[in-house]
């Protein structure tokens, strides 16, 4: 899980190459697939809708966002 700052969007990378981004109290704002390689991300929204990232320093930098990896709780 990934999510900004505030917590407002939170985007979950899953296993499958799917992945599922919440904004506020809205859930599945955006879902679709995505590859990896290396570094970088590209996502295809099921809309249609493309868009990149890359982790630089272990935060992931999509688009316009920036997203921290989520604290496990123990």
Known sequence: MWV????HIRQELLPDGRYDEARGTRRSAYTGRYTVSGDH???????GFTAT???RDGVLHHEHLVLY????SS
């Open 4 to 7: 900004t700052e505030d917590g």
């Open 41 to 47: 991300l590209d996502y295809v929204d099921d809309t």
């Open 53 to 55: 990232g890359d982790i």
């Open 69 to 72: 990896r989520e604290a496990k």
